[in-house]
Protein backbone atom coordinates (compact mmCIF):
# COMPACT_ATOMS: atom_id res chain seq x y z
CA UNK A 1 0.00 0.00 0.00
CA UNK A 2 0.92 3.38 -0.59
CA UNK A 3 0.21 6.77 1.47
CA UNK A 4 -0.07 9.53 -1.12
CA UNK A 5 -0.25 13.08 0.43
CA UNK A 6 -2.30 15.20 -2.22
CA UNK A 7 -2.24 18.94 -2.71
CA UNK A 8 -6.23 19.50 -2.85
CA UNK A 9 -5.79 22.80 -4.04
CA UNK A 10 -7.15 26.15 -2.69
CA UNK A 11 -10.67 25.29 -2.24
CA UNK A 12 -12.26 24.86 -5.93
CA UNK A 13 -12.77 21.11 -6.17
CA UNK A 14 -11.53 21.63 -10.07
CA UNK A 15 -8.84 22.55 -9.12
CA UNK A 16 -6.47 19.23 -8.27
CA UNK A 17 -4.55 17.44 -10.77
CA UNK A 18 -5.61 14.71 -12.95
CA UNK A 19 -3.52 12.45 -10.77
CA UNK A 20 -5.28 13.48 -7.71
CA UNK A 21 -8.67 12.64 -8.74
CA UNK A 22 -7.24 9.33 -9.97
CA UNK A 23 -6.27 8.06 -6.65
CA UNK A 24 -9.02 9.82 -4.68
CA UNK A 25 -11.44 7.51 -7.18
CA UNK A 26 -9.35 4.73 -5.81
CA UNK A 27 -8.58 5.01 -2.46
CA UNK A 28 -10.17 2.88 0.07
CA UNK A 29 -9.02 5.05 3.08
CA UNK A 30 -8.89 9.57 2.86
CA UNK A 31 -8.18 11.37 5.87
CA UNK A 32 -8.70 15.18 5.23
CA UNK A 33 -8.55 18.13 6.77
CA UNK A 34 -11.78 19.49 7.26
CA UNK A 35 -12.97 22.76 6.56
CA UNK A 36 -10.42 23.22 3.86
CA UNK A 37 -10.71 21.04 1.80
CA UNK A 38 -13.94 21.07 -0.79
CA UNK A 39 -16.54 18.20 0.13
CA UNK A 40 -16.97 17.06 -3.45
CA UNK A 41 -13.39 15.71 -3.71
CA UNK A 42 -14.61 13.71 -1.05
CA UNK A 43 -17.64 12.29 -2.50
CA UNK A 44 -15.53 10.59 -5.67
CA UNK A 45 -13.84 8.71 -2.99
CA UNK A 46 -15.31 4.88 -3.59
CA UNK A 47 -18.61 3.61 -1.91
CA UNK A 48 -18.12 2.56 1.52
CA UNK A 49 -14.62 4.65 1.59
CA UNK A 50 -13.57 5.20 5.46
CA UNK A 51 -13.32 9.14 5.30
CA UNK A 52 -11.03 11.01 8.27
CA UNK A 53 -11.33 14.22 9.14
CA UNK A 54 -7.70 15.07 10.82
CA UNK A 55 -8.79 18.50 12.16
CA UNK A 56 -9.18 17.70 15.57
CA UNK A 57 -6.46 14.79 15.65
CA UNK A 58 -3.28 14.65 16.81
CA UNK A 59 0.09 13.90 15.54
CA UNK A 60 -0.16 10.51 17.02
CA UNK A 61 -3.95 9.70 16.08
CA UNK A 62 -3.07 10.76 12.42
CA UNK A 63 -0.39 8.23 12.05
CA UNK A 64 -2.19 5.96 13.58
CA UNK A 65 -5.20 5.87 11.11
CA UNK A 66 -2.26 5.37 8.33
CA UNK A 67 0.04 2.76 10.42
CA UNK A 68 -3.54 0.74 10.51
CA UNK A 69 -3.96 1.38 6.82
CA UNK A 70 -0.93 0.47 5.87
CA UNK A 71 -1.07 -2.83 8.26
CA UNK A 72 -4.76 -3.74 6.46
CA UNK A 73 -2.85 -3.42 3.37
CA UNK A 74 -4.87 -0.21 2.12
CA UNK A 75 -4.36 3.14 0.00
CA UNK A 76 -4.57 5.85 1.84
CA UNK A 77 -5.43 9.67 0.12
CA UNK A 78 -4.07 12.21 2.45
CA UNK A 79 -5.50 15.55 1.89
CA UNK A 80 -3.81 18.90 2.36
CA UNK A 81 -5.28 22.23 1.29
CA UNK A 82 -3.11 24.23 -1.00
CA UNK A 83 0.45 21.80 -2.42
CA UNK A 84 1.56 20.21 0.56
CA UNK A 85 5.21 21.37 -0.08
CA UNK A 86 4.54 24.70 1.98
CA UNK A 87 2.56 24.82 5.79
CA UNK A 88 1.22 21.48 5.67
CA UNK A 89 2.37 19.76 8.37
CA UNK A 90 3.73 16.61 5.53
CA UNK A 91 7.30 16.33 7.23
CA UNK A 92 6.55 15.21 10.27
CA UNK A 93 3.94 12.66 9.27
CA UNK A 94 6.62 11.46 6.83
CA UNK A 95 9.20 11.27 9.70
CA UNK A 96 6.36 9.35 11.51
CA UNK A 97 5.81 7.39 8.41
CA UNK A 98 9.69 6.20 7.87
CA UNK A 99 9.97 5.45 11.54
CA UNK A 100 7.36 2.86 10.88
CA UNK A 101 8.47 1.54 7.44
CA UNK A 102 5.51 2.62 5.74
CA UNK A 103 5.96 4.15 2.18
CA UNK A 104 4.09 7.20 0.77
CA UNK A 105 4.45 10.02 -1.98
CA UNK A 106 3.65 13.04 -2.64
CA UNK A 107 1.48 14.40 -5.39
CA UNK A 108 1.61 18.39 -5.79
CA UNK A 109 -1.59 20.74 -5.55
CA UNK A 110 -2.56 24.49 -6.47
CA UNK A 111 -1.32 26.27 -3.58
CA UNK A 112 -3.40 29.20 -2.25
CA UNK A 113 -0.78 31.92 -3.41
CA UNK A 114 -0.94 31.17 -6.92
CA UNK A 115 -4.82 30.82 -6.72
CA UNK A 116 -4.84 34.38 -5.04
CA UNK A 117 -2.31 35.91 -7.92
CA UNK A 118 -4.97 34.46 -9.91
CA UNK A 119 -7.75 35.71 -8.60
CA UNK A 120 -6.05 39.18 -8.91
CA UNK A 121 -5.49 38.13 -12.58
CA UNK A 122 -1.56 39.25 -11.34
CA UNK A 123 2.15 38.08 -12.53
CA UNK A 124 3.76 37.57 -9.37
CA UNK A 125 6.82 38.11 -11.77
CA UNK A 126 7.40 41.09 -13.60
CA UNK A 127 9.96 42.41 -15.65
CA UNK A 128 12.10 45.18 -14.17
CA UNK A 129 9.42 45.31 -11.24
CA UNK A 130 10.17 42.39 -9.21
CA UNK A 131 11.86 38.74 -10.00
CA UNK A 132 11.66 37.40 -6.47
CA UNK A 133 8.68 36.52 -4.71
CA UNK A 134 9.34 35.19 -0.85
CA UNK A 135 6.72 32.60 0.66
CA UNK A 136 6.52 33.02 4.78
CA UNK A 137 3.91 33.56 7.55
CA UNK A 138 4.28 35.01 10.82
CA UNK A 139 4.28 33.67 14.16
CA UNK A 140 1.24 33.93 17.23
CA UNK A 141 0.41 31.01 18.73
CA UNK A 142 2.11 28.59 16.08
CA UNK A 143 6.08 27.45 15.81
CA UNK A 144 8.66 30.56 16.48
CA UNK A 145 10.05 31.71 13.12
CA UNK A 146 13.89 30.57 12.76
CA UNK A 147 16.42 33.24 13.41
CA UNK A 148 16.76 35.69 10.51
CA UNK A 149 13.32 35.06 8.84
CA UNK A 150 11.49 38.11 10.48
CA UNK A 151 9.47 40.15 8.50
CA UNK A 152 12.32 43.30 8.70
CA UNK A 153 14.64 40.78 7.41
CA UNK A 154 13.01 39.53 4.63
CA UNK A 155 11.03 42.80 3.64
CA UNK A 156 14.73 44.41 3.78
CA UNK A 157 15.03 42.70 0.01
CA UNK A 158 11.60 45.14 -1.30
CA UNK A 159 10.36 41.55 -2.85
CA UNK A 160 6.98 40.65 -3.39
CA UNK A 161 5.79 38.92 -0.20
CA UNK A 162 3.11 36.26 0.08
CA UNK A 163 2.57 35.97 3.75
CA UNK A 164 0.28 32.62 4.72
CA UNK A 165 -1.78 32.87 7.94
CA UNK A 166 -1.01 36.03 9.10
CA UNK A 167 -4.55 37.84 8.29
CA UNK A 168 -5.70 38.12 12.25
CA UNK A 169 -2.52 39.77 12.40
CA UNK A 170 -2.30 42.67 9.68
CA UNK A 171 -2.76 45.91 11.90
CA UNK A 172 0.61 44.84 13.44
CA UNK A 173 2.44 43.32 10.30
CA UNK A 174 1.41 46.18 7.94
CA UNK A 175 3.28 48.71 9.95
CA UNK A 176 6.69 46.60 10.27
CA UNK A 177 7.00 46.82 6.88
CA UNK A 178 6.43 50.30 5.94
CA UNK A 179 10.12 51.02 6.68
CA UNK A 180 11.16 48.95 3.82
CA UNK A 181 8.24 48.92 1.02
CA UNK A 182 6.70 52.56 2.22
CA UNK A 183 3.18 53.44 3.31
CA UNK A 184 2.15 53.67 -0.09
CA UNK A 185 2.85 49.83 -1.50
CA UNK A 186 0.48 48.29 -3.09
CA UNK A 187 -1.32 45.21 -0.78
CA UNK A 188 -4.14 42.78 -1.75
CA UNK A 189 -5.94 40.12 0.46
CA UNK A 190 -7.46 36.97 -0.66
CA UNK A 191 -9.98 35.20 1.08
CA UNK A 192 -11.28 32.17 0.38
CA UNK A 193 -9.27 32.54 -3.11
CA UNK A 194 -11.04 30.17 -5.43
CA UNK A 195 -14.43 29.43 -3.61
CA UNK A 196 -17.55 30.83 -4.39
CA UNK A 197 -17.36 32.89 -1.55
CA UNK A 198 -14.11 34.80 -2.32
CA UNK A 199 -13.45 37.80 -1.10
CA UNK A 200 -10.32 40.22 -2.40
CA UNK A 201 -9.08 43.61 -0.97
CA UNK A 202 -6.98 46.17 -2.83
CA UNK A 203 -5.59 48.59 -1.08
CA UNK A 204 -1.94 49.80 0.35
CA UNK A 205 0.10 48.95 3.63
CA UNK A 206 -1.67 52.58 4.95
CA UNK A 207 -5.30 51.26 4.65
CA UNK A 208 -5.56 47.79 4.18
CA UNK A 209 -5.62 46.63 7.85
CA UNK A 210 -8.73 48.99 8.11
CA UNK A 211 -10.20 46.98 5.03
CA UNK A 212 -9.70 43.90 6.58
CA UNK A 213 -11.20 44.81 9.88
CA UNK A 214 -14.47 46.20 7.97
CA UNK A 215 -14.38 42.61 6.03
CA UNK A 216 -14.51 40.69 8.74
CA UNK A 217 -11.29 38.55 7.31
CA UNK A 218 -9.88 36.21 10.29
CA UNK A 219 -8.50 33.25 8.59
CA UNK A 220 -8.08 31.61 5.01
CA UNK A 221 -6.43 34.40 3.36
CA UNK A 222 -3.41 35.35 1.72
CA UNK A 223 -1.55 38.65 2.18
CA UNK A 224 0.38 39.94 -1.01
CA UNK A 225 2.38 42.71 -0.76
CA UNK A 226 4.41 44.76 -3.79
CA UNK A 227 4.66 47.16 -6.57
CA UNK A 228 3.67 43.74 -9.04
CA UNK A 229 0.29 44.52 -7.70
CA UNK A 230 -0.20 47.48 -9.87
CA UNK A 231 2.65 47.64 -11.99
CA UNK A 232 1.54 49.06 -15.37
CA UNK A 233 4.99 50.33 -16.96
CA UNK A 234 7.75 47.79 -17.21
CA UNK A 235 9.76 46.29 -20.50
CA UNK A 236 8.66 43.48 -22.42
CA UNK A 237 10.35 39.78 -21.24
CA UNK A 238 13.29 38.88 -23.39
CA UNK A 239 11.33 35.46 -23.37
CA UNK A 240 9.37 36.25 -26.40
CA UNK A 241 11.33 39.50 -27.77
CA UNK A 242 12.25 39.56 -31.22
CA UNK A 243 15.35 41.18 -30.46
CA UNK A 244 16.20 37.20 -28.68
CA UNK A 245 18.21 34.73 -31.02
CA UNK A 246 16.12 31.44 -31.52
Known sequence: MTVHFIGAGPGAADLVTVRAARIIAAAPVCLYAGALVPRELLDT????????????LDLDEITAELVAAHEAGLDVARLHSGDPSVYSAMAEQ??????????YDVVPG??????????????LTVPGVGQT??????SARSTPMPPGE???????????LVLHLA???????APELVPAYGADCPVAVVARASRDDELVLRG???????QVEA???????????????????FPDSHLYSTARCR
Open 45 to 56: APPGARLVDTAD
Open 94 to 103: MRRLDAAGVP
Open 110 to 123: VPAFAAAAASLKRE
Open 133 to 138: VILTRT
Open 150 to 160: DLATLGASRAT
Open 167 to 173: VQRIAEL
Open 204 to 210: TLADIAA
Open 215 to 233: AGVRRTAVVIVGSVLTAGE
